[in-house]
């Protein structure tokens, strides 16, 4: 099946919005949405992708640079990885994570990392620990 990965635009916001909700369960307006697809085009560092079969958008994937100072290295950063559900288990989140990996190479990272909510185990955990992917520790948050 022929499929292609481009960066978002204004005209992909409804179907963004559909695959953020799936992804969190609330959701996003269509003018939320167009505020973030703005910000990540002012972004040096940030993008959004689409996944599209014969016109069908099936997916979605952020991705941002990280510049590490510790290491003084860069990362390529899988933010959001969303498939829909009715297009699981039909290698598109193989694809999408293929294709960070190779954006992460072509623009000089030493890796990929991704950071994947607990609520996520069973599914997305085990499918990333299967292409490759290890858990390294945990990230702390406080709202402000």
């Known amino acids: 099946m022929a499929y292609f990965?481009?960066?978002?635009?204004?005209n992909d916001i409804p179907?963004?919005?559909?695959?953020?909700?799936?992804?969190?369960?609330?959701?996003?307006s269509h003018d939320?949405?167009?505020n973030r697809l703005q910000m990540v085009e002012k972004s040096s560092t940030d993008?959004?992708?689409?996944?599209e079969e014969e016109g069908d958008i099936k997916a979605?994937?952020?991705?941002?640079?990280?510049e590490n100072i510790r290491e003084v290295s860069r990362y390529g950063e899988i933010c959001i990885l969303v498939v829909k559900s009715s297009a699981k288990r039909q290698g598109i989140g193989k694809r999408l994570i293929s294709f960070a990996e190779q954006?992460?190479?072509?623009?000089?990272?030493?890796?990929?990392?991704?950071?994947?909510?607990?609520?996520?185990k069973d599914e997305a955990h085990q499918f990333y620990l299967?292409?490759?992917?290890e858990i390294t520790g945990y990230r702390f948050v406080k709202k402000l």
């Open 47 to 51: 993008s959004i992708f689409i996944y």
């Open 15 to 28: 179907v963004l919005s559909l695959l953020m909700k799936e992804l969190s369960g609330i959701p996003i």
């Open 32 to 34: 939320d949405m167009k």
């Open 5 to 10: 990965i481009r960066k978002a635009n204004e």
């Open 60 to 66: 979605t994937l952020v991705f941002r640079i990280r």
């Open 103 to 120: 954006l992460a190479t072509d623009l000089g990272c030493i890796g990929a990392y991704l950071i994947s909510g607990f609520g996520r």
């Open 130 to 133: 299967d292409l490759g992917y």
